[in-house]
């Protein structure tokens, strides 16, 4: 079983910064892919930026140039660094570990990210 604790979320003014952490922890975690979605109010879960074990990285159109996301695999964490938040970042973010052998998906419970001012 693996477990996902998301922490950092909260209030933030418009143009602001915020650093979303995700530890994972379990046996077996093995080769995986991680990554953070986010879901807004009335709206569809979607894929912000997701990385491979190796470092590989991938960002949605609305995350380039102003999120970065990293890991480190020796404390089987990711973070998500958010730069200059506007008020449609408003959202609940999630992390997600995705096991590359068996397939298996695993979320976390979500922190919340309000960027109003």
């Known amino acids: 079983q693996v477990q996902l604790v998301e922490s950092g979320g909260g209030l933030v003014q418009p143009g602001g910064s915020l650093r979303l952490s995700c530890a994972a922890s379990?046996?077996?975690?093995?080769?995986?892919?991680m990554g953070w979605y986010r879901q807004a109010p009335g709206k569809e879960r979607e894929l912000v930026a997701a990385i491979t074990r190796g470092g590989s990285t991938s960002y949605a159109d609305s995350a380039k140039g102003r999120f970065a996301i990293s890991r480190d695999n020796a404390k089987n964490t990711m973070y998500l660094q958010m730069n200059s938040l506007k008020p449609e970042d408003t959202a609940v973010y999630y992390c997600?570990?995705?096991?590359?052998?068996?397939?298996?998906?695993?979320w976390g419970q979500g922190t919340q990210v309000t960027v109003s001012s």
């Open positions: 997600k570990l995705a096991l590359v052998f068996s397939g298996r998906n695993y």
């Open positions: 379990g046996r077996n975690l093995g080769d995986n892919t």
